[in-house]
């Protein structure tokens, strides 16, 4: 090394110079500026002190300076005491005047240099965003939620005045920009967000992400940016029991499916019916799943009253007790059918009595079936509409001045129901059985006869000429807004009526045969109506002893357990059904005693026709068991 007074050389590590005797100063270097740090990891809550750092950063270039002019007047001293021992150093002395400037100087230029360092160190390098966000968690064990948030103030306060815009923002934003803080731009596209923040628990691991828009950063702002996702432990989480919050709730399900409602209804303490909610209230029908969720506020309020939390937050309910509209025609019961068919033989009675001429009579009136409808949309207010259809024979016999005509005609005719609905009991409910919907169109039966002037004679009835056009105008004209099943049936319906009637009633001798319907003899039927009544009084209890034989198949197996009365009533209530009457008086007895029956047709004017095919093989099974078991036998 070299002195830097007098330029000798002298050993590396020499304090004065041996030559004039000043002291010696070691060469300071600035340290290194790095451009990238390492991020720490945040575990926990954790906010790095960077004004700390600044503050002793500058209290630490106002101590070297302190340093140094107390180097200078120790090496001022040294010099003059040297000069006193030596006249030949006079050109050394007279450099040594000028050192203090020189070393003042360096001093002043190191103080700069580690401002600059300090500057670049803390922000050249990139603001640190994991010393700025804050994640912490809350609550109760199992009920925990996480606070995430970024220290924007802070860095406003720290870094805006070291931060600008690019030219691009200048253009970007013009004379508002003189409005803005680069940190805006910051907040705008840097975000935070962490896997789980909810139902926490301790010892639960979650997981930070960072999501920076640093395309639209650099565009507008010249800042250095660093960040570094990370993990966090739930940990501190309070412990309390836990509580069943819903055993109080209770579900009032109300209306008719499918536009049942629900009303919650809470009788627990702490909490009321408000923390609760439900996520679906309206539209319901039965079957359907709704969640009802509390809101978190109610856990601090259970803690408070009970010092426990819920164990659940949500729990599922299944929709039920809703009356529904009928939506197929197995829901609708017999009981139900024969009360509607009932409606149906008073209103053309009615009608007869009020519109039909005097040469017009009633051939029969024949069961045929049923349309139902039901509607597409749930907001229409006829949900579904019942059509029971018919065949009426009609007999026009005239005899006049334009001749004579004698001829049966077959009439087609409904009535219809609308919003049948199956009540939460299993019970049918009509909306308005006394005011069914009758044919407004009407069908012309052409004698044929001259009428004396232009035309011919024509009778006119309410109703259609064929089944086809009945269909047409009940279902065809509204399958645009109506589904539709058919239980319409109009074979077997042309055997001869009077062979049918005659088939019904037999004596003793010829009981047992396929087409009887009453199992008595002549002797039976002129017993005294109280001796015949008591006779089968024990027979049931007013309801049916085969409640479904017209809708399915029996076997032996429902008939072994019948006593000989019990399947002698099981085998004409196929007929009572319809509405025939009996000639014996203990059946007519037994049969008026039903809730169910309502006898509008004479014996001798019933025909096989009322009865489909199901009834007619259950009545074949019913009388070949009575034969096999002997009980016709006389």
Known sequence: MQCHNCGKELADGAKFCKYCGSRLVEKEEAPEITEKQDVPEITGKQKASEEGVDKEASETVKQEALDITDKQESSGAVEDEQAMQSKERNAASEKRKASPIVLISAAVALVV????????????????????????????????????????????????????????????????????????????????????????????????????????????????????????????????????????????????????????????????VSDFRCDKTSELENGDIVTVTLSEDAIQKLVESYGMVPQEMKKQYTVSGLDKYISKTEEIDPVTIKALQDQAWDEYQEYMANSWSKEASLESFDYLGTYLLTNKSKEEWEQNRLYLVYRVKSRINYSGSYGNYNQVNDIYWFISFPNLILKANGKVEVEDILNGSTPLSTFDVDSGLSDGWFGTLKWSYYGFGSLESLYKSAVTANLSSFNHEDHVDESGI?????????????????????????????????????????????????????????????????????????????????????????????????????????????????????????????????????????????
């Open 113 to 272: 240099l580690l401002f600059l360092t300090l500057f670049l160190t803390s922000f050249g390098s990139g603001i640190n965003l994991n010393k700025y966000m804050s994640l912490e968690t809350e609550g109760y064990e199992g009920y925990g939620k996480t606070k995430l948030s970024i220290d924007w103030d802070t860095i406003e306060k720290k870094y805006a005045s070291k931060m600008s815009f690019t030219e691009a923002a200048k253009e970007e934003y013009g004379m508002f920009l003189s409005m803005m803080s680069p940190v805006e731009i910051l907040r705008e596209n840097v975000r935070v967000e962490v896997d789980k923040s909810s139902d926490l628990s301790n010892g639960d691991e979650l997981k930070y992400t960072w999501h920076v828009n640093e395309e639209r950063i650099n565009k507008y702002v010249k800042c250095k940016l660093k960040w570094k996702d990370g993990e966090y432990k739930v940990s501190s989480l309070k412990k309390v029991e836990k509580m069943d919050a819903f055993s109080g709730l209770e579900l009032q399900f109300s209306g008719i499916a499918p536009n049942g409602e629900v009303r919650l209804q809470y009788n627990g303490k702490g909490i009321d």
């Open 494 to 634: 042309n055997q001869d009526s009077a062979n049918a009637s005659s088939s019904q009633e037999s004596s003793a001798d010829t009981n047992s045969a396929v087409n009887s319907t009453e199992a008595s003899s002549t002797a039976e039927s002129t017993a005294t109506e109280g001796s015949a009544a008591l006779k089968i009084s024990g027979v049931g209890n007013g309801e049916y002893i085969l409640p479904d034989s017209d809708k399915r198949l029996i076997g032996r197996e429902d008939l072994m357990n019948l006593s000989p009365e019990q399947c002698k009533m099981a085998r004409n209530e196929i007929y009572a059904r319809h509405g025939r009457k009996f000639k014996d008086a203990a059946l007519q007895s037994y049969f008026d005693s039903c809730p169910w029956y309502s006898g509008r047709i004479e014996p001798d004017s019933f025909s096989d026709s009322y009865l489909s095919e199901v009834e007619k093989k259950n009545r074949d099974t019913i009388v070949a068991f009575e034969q096999e078991m002997g009980y016709n036998k006389r």
